[in-house]
């Protein structure tokens, strides 16, 4: 806390904090909770959003929840642990998906998938050997032992990231449209029950103080504000307000995450009558020595908070026990006189008898500092986007560029990773890793809410999908435009498993707002996915800022993850990514230009970063989702995958691998070879047309002005672009999938 924010503090109390006092006003008012220097720009997300009749639950709650039809609604979020996950990895990753499995949970819905997209220093670095393995057991450990399908995200290595990696977690939940719960606590008189785990002394001070502070030689011995969490407990814990749920006995409910029940007390109290008194002695310890502002700061993992009526106290807790939950009563909801409200309310608490705790909970919660940093676009900026890639050398062997990519650790296959996950868990896994998104059959998910949807025995044939991209080497040549890919990616990759996108979360890692560069970056990326989302009609439901995401002085590339969410009316329609039949007519969706800035080429084959993204197209991304949609509903499709990373040469080699048969083709002619095969032009999909079909998908594409390119025909053993390259699949698979296991394994 600095110095004006404590004399501010001086002021809102008349007097001088107390040590409790102090304690949460502190983590309140953190970078990580309060968004003190990103909310002047993220109130775009708000004025910019597009009018949506599925958006039931905007920005402002622990997640956001649209329709997706069947009176089914989805929840879903993104959200980071980048900096514990330094400090400690497998438990700083692992608790970063136990925290956003809980903001599910607070929304009333049973969590049903995770993903996860991560970014590390160069592969073979000596710390990311450190980081990685523990990121990914971390990740697997936790998502597994819940019983939660890891169904997707990314995994990236560049030098910007050595010593910070980025560990972004993202979880989606299942609900009934009409059981939404909200973090409110309305009604003098309700009860405040904590439960779930006792509070201890790990993470006092965790992600709250962690992700708003740069890293530095002594971060290790920061290992004791690192979160330890316990998955067993969490499951427990799901099921248990799952029941909860059903039998109406909450009223309102928030989870304990970051800055724990400082932040539970003061934004339950916030959002409803603004008073409420809390017994902190009466809160369950792990270790009895801890002092009340240790119990406000800690972050110990699988603990809730619920506002009950009194005449369901005993059935809250009847319920807990069958789960072997523990549950106590730690306060109480009070109504406030009208000169209270206007000062934000009164939160007391209590330490055996003698009040720590006297406090406006709204000025905690909702009033902290606002800062509008000064930006300015870095000094180097100008230079960086004029040194273009058309400088550098272009390769004379086309298939030994190619092989060189498909073995770079970006582009690699992930399996070393992804096998370390769950993938099909609760069986309802429609796609998954390496697919271009994840999907998950929406099942009858909450106990006595059966489906009313069109499939057998009532349960809806209707399924969501979900993708999360980003690419930190576009946003560092323009964070404007670089926002805009990072949607337009994953809008395109749900398209083309031929889900209907409809809604974004956003998880957005940056330097420290301290600097001026790095608030250019950020306002720029914030306006940039703002203008991007009412473009596409896709609004914002909620998401999470990331700074301080350096290592001294030296920033990470600024990168915005963006997660998409998709809706399709009937799984079975899904289109695999890869070639998964002969005889298949592969065809070429969108425009190819010469574009390499910020490339997989540049930055494999010369390790260039310069000159511009490809160009934003927008209103193509749209036309080509609804091309790819409507292909995948009509069973048009035996395959589908965009084209992004490497460009249409590795998602050919992709699209072989993955599906098992082989291709010819021939290649457009409207660029040189090079051009066709490597570059990154957005809005372009590899898509393979049933035998049969092309006339049918050709009108398709034609009515919606989207160029559809014939290339060639799937079958027999090999990549084959005529007159260009020839590579058996063996040897494709042999270089694609020997990378990380031969440095991590």
């Not at 309802?428 to 390496?434: G, K, W």
């Not at 337009?488 to 420290?512: D, I, K």
């Amino acid at each position: 806390m600095k110095q004006d924010e404590y004399l501010r503090v001086r002021e809102i109390l008349g007097r001088r904090p107390t040590s409790s006092e102090l304690a949460i006003y502190s983590v309140m008012w953190s970078e990580h909770c309060s968004y003190k220097s990103s909310k002047v720009h993220l109130r775009q997300f708000a004025a910019k959003a597009p009018a949506s009749d599925a958006l039931l639950v905007g920005m402002g709650e622990n997640a956001g929840v649209v329709e997706v039809g069947d009176g089914w609604a989805v929840t879903f979020k993104i959200e980071s642990h980048n900096h514990p996950s330094y400090v400690e990895p497998h438990q700083g990753a692992a608790t970063g998906v136990g925290g956003i499995v809980r903001d599910i949970m607070s929304m009333g819905a049973r969590p049903v998938a995770v993903m996860d997209t991560l970014r590390f220093g160069p592969a073979d670095a000596p710390d990311t050997r450190r980081v990685l393995p523990g990121v990914v057991g971390g990740i697997g450990f936790y998502g597994n032992c819940l019983g939660l399908p890891n169904i997707g995200g990314e995994v990236v290595f560049d030098d910007c990231y050595i010593g910070n990696p980025l560990v972004n977690a993202l979880c989606v939940g299942v609900l009934r449209k009409d059981q939404i719960k909200l973090a409110t606590a309305p009604g003098p008189g309700n009860q405040v029950i904590l439960f779930g785990a006792r509070t201890g002394p790990d993470g006092i001070g965790g992600a709250s103080v962690l992700a708003s502070a740069t890293f530095d030689e002594e971060s290790a011995a920061k290992r004791p504000s690192v979160q330890v969490g316990d998955p067993f407990m969490e499951k427990l814990l799901i099921e248990c307000c799952l029941e909860l749920f059903a039998a109406d006995v909450v009223v309102g409910i928030q989870d304990l995450g970051a800055a724990g029940v400082s932040c539970a007390t003061t934004e339950l109290a916030a959002k409803g009558t603004g008073g409420m008194t809390v017994r902190l002695d009466a809160v369950p310890l792990r270790d009895e020595t801890l002092r009340p502002e240790e119990i406000l700061m800690s972050e110990s993992q699988e603990r809730m908070m619920a506002v009950v009526t009194p005449a369901n106290v005993a059935a809250f807790m009847e319920i807990c026990r069958k789960w072997d939950v523990p549950a106590t009563v730690i306060g109480e909801v009070t109504d406030v006189t009208p000169e209270e409200a206007a000062r934000g309310g009164r939160l007391i608490m209590t330490w055996h008898g003698e009040t720590i705790v006297d406090l406006p909970p709204r000025t905690a919660a909702d009033e902290g500092p606002v800062y509008d940093r000064p930006f300015s676009e870095p000094l180097t900026q100008a230079a960086l986007n004029e040194d273009a890639p058309d400088r550098l050398a272009r390769p004379t062997d086309l298939r030994a560029a190619l092989l060189q990519l498909l073995g770079a650790p970006n582009i690699a296959s992930k399996e070393w990773v992804t096998s370390q996950y769950d993938r099909y868990v609760r069986g309802n896994t429609v796609l998954a890793t390496p697919a271009d998104s994840g999907m998950i059959r929406i099942a009858d998910v909450v106990p006595g809410l059966p489906g009313d949807g069109p499939g057998p025995d009532g349960v809806t044939t209707r399924g969501i999908a979900l993708a999360t991209d980003g690419n930190g080497r576009y946003a560092r040549l323009d964070p404007y435009a670089g926002a805009q890919l990072a949607l337009a990616e994953a809008y395109r990759n749900v398209a083309t498993g031929g889900a209907r996108p409809l809604a974004v979360t956003n998880c957005l890692n940056f330097g420290s707002p301290e600097d001026p560069e790095v608030m250019w970056q950020f306002a720029e990326a914030v306006r940039g996915l703002a203008d991007a989302c009412k473009t596409l009609g896709v609004p914002v439901t909620g998401g999470n800022v990331s700074f301080y995401n350096q290592t001294g002085s030296t920033a990470i590339n600024p990168t915005p993850v963006v997660g998409v969410l998709g809706v399709i009316d009937d799984v079975s329609h899904r289109v695999r990514p890869g070639f998964t039949e002969p005889g298949a007519r592969v065809v070429l969706l969108g425009e190819t230009d010469a574009e390499f800035g910020g490339s997989e080429w540049a930055h494999v084959a010369h390790g260039h970063l310069g000159g511009l993204p490809p160009a934003v197209r927008l209103e193509s991304e749209r036309l080509l989702a609804e091309v790819l949609v409507e292909a995948a509903a009509s069973g048009l499709l035996s395959g589908s995958h965009d084209l992004s990373d490497g460009g249409l040469g590795v998602a050919l080699a992709e699209a072989c691998l993955i599906g098992g048969y082989g291709c010819r083709v021939i290649l457009p002619g409207t660029a040189d070879a090079f051009t066709e095969l490597f570059s990154e032009s957005t809005a372009r999909a590899l898509v393979a047309v049933r035998p049969g079909s092309w006339d049918r998908f050709a009108e398709l594409c034609a009515k919606r002005g989207v160029p559809a390119c014939a290339l060639g025909e799937t079958g027999g053993e090999s990549l084959v672009v005529e007159e260009v390259l020839e590579i058996p699949l063996t040897e494709l698979r042999t270089t694609y999938e020997g990378t990380l296991p031969a440095i991590f394994a």
